[in-house]
């Protein structure tokens, strides 16, 4: 049964391309689908364990020192350093952090 379950997972991640926190979604709502199904939602409790671990990484990176370290561009926004800090008035505002950072779900 827990082989159906991770058949399904695989295939609605291919199917939909899907990466990072939309794997992570995928899986927390596997988890609730299978209430009932207590081996099944275990197995998917410890698949999104396992598969939060790089976000999460990321996601503190981020907020702990505003830097994103995302190779496979997977996080929920992407550093864009053509707009460099330096080269804007020494009072700039939140459009900074707009023009630096792109909300990848609007690109």
């Known amino acids: 049964n827990t082989m159906d379950v991770l058949a399904a997972v695989v295939s609605d991640i291919s199917e939909n391309e899907l990466r990072g926190g ?50 496979q561009q997977e996080f929920l926004v992407e550093d864009n350093e053509v707009i460099r800090r330096e080269e804007l008035p020494e009072h700039y505002s939140a459009d900074y952090w707009e023009k630096r950072l792109n909300d990848i779900f609007n690109n």
């Open 22 to 71: 939309q794997v992570l979604t995928l899986l927390y709502n596997k988890i609730s689908a299978l209430t009932g199904d207590e081996e099944s939602q275990k197995f998917v409790i410890q698949l999104t364990q396992l598969a939060s671990v790089p976000y999460m990484e990321i996601l503190q990176l981020w907020v702990q020192k505003g830097v994103i370290c995302d190779p």
